[in-house]
T-cell receptor, first 114, second 117 residues
Framework: EPEVTQTPSHQVTQMGQEVILRCVPI?????FYWYRQILGQKVEFLVS????????KSEIFDDQFSVERPDGSNFTLKIRSTKLEDSAMYFC????????????FGPGTRLTVL | AQKVTQAQTEISVVEKEDVTLDCVYE???????LFWYKQPPSGELVFLIR????DEQNEISGRYSWNFQKSTSSFNFTITASQVVDSAVYFC??????????????WGLGTSLAVNP
């Protein structure tokens, strides 16, 4: 069964460093999302991406964040200068044109900013 | 504005008890979708169900059942004969049929369910 994959599973970084979180969505999916979950809290929408551009972004997704689909398979989230409060689990999700309301989630990347 | 409320923060039951997790939502969209996800201690998000706003038929899947009541804006989830493996955080989520190509999910705070042997 096709699945969304994310790498790395856990990333530790120093405050101020840049990080890139990688996702490989399901191959025929066209809609891509990033969500964030601070430990013990709810899942929060960050950004959606379709047709090589951002469809919507939340207030969390400020200038420090960017997304890219550099090739036909990867979908990346970059945080330019990490802050302590960026420590969270980051989930990538994708959905198809046919079933665009069913989002398939990756296993998440746990980001720890020291 | 869209909002999902899961008023129950934590529930603790003994194995084999039935348990209902509440979800109340707010939206101005006439077409929308409701979801339940399970997050076990390992942290991944496991899709359980999707229901669209035009389908108020209740659904049963094994020990799981869902009660969608549009009149009260609720989408409650019942686990019958709970098992220890059901211990997890359960999230209710909402997606609107808005313009454009965004189907972002709005999440509740989650209900942490502990099923004790």
């Amino acid at each position: 069964e096709p699945e969304v994959t994310q790498t790395p599973s856990h990333q530790v970084t120093q405050m101020g460093q840049e990080v890139i979180l990688r996702c490989v969505p399901i191959s025929n999916h066209l809609y891509f999302y990033w969500y964030r979950q601070i430990l013990g809290q709810k899942v929060e929408f960050l950004v959606s991406f379709y047709n090589n551009e951002i469809s919507e972004k939340s207030e969390i997704f400020d200038d420090q964040f960017s997304v890219e689909r550099p090739d036909g398979s990867n979908f990346t989230l970059k945080i330019r200068s990490t802050k302590l409060e960026d420590s969270a689990m980051y989930f990538c999700a994708s959905s198809s044109r046919v079933s665009y309301n069913e989002q398939f989630f990756g296993p998440g990347t746990r980001l720890t900013v020291l | 504005a869209q909002k999902v409320t899961q008023a129950q923060t934590e529930i603790s039951v003994v194995e084999k008890e039935d348990v209902t997790l509440d979800c109340v939502y707010e939206t101005r969209d006439t077409t929308y979708y409701l979801f339940w996800y399970k997050q076990p201690p390992s942290g991944e998000l496991v899709f359980l169900i999707r229901r669209n706003s035009f389908d108020e038929q209740n659904e049963i899947s094994g020990r799981y059942s869902w009660n969608f009541q549009k009149s009260t804006s609720s989408f409650n989830f019942t686990i019958t004969a709970s098992q220890v493996v059901d211990s997890a955080v359960y999230f209710c989520a909402l997606s609107g049929q808005n313009a454009g190509n965004n189907r972002k999910l709005i999440w509740g705070l989650g209900t942490s369910l502990a099923v004790n042997p």
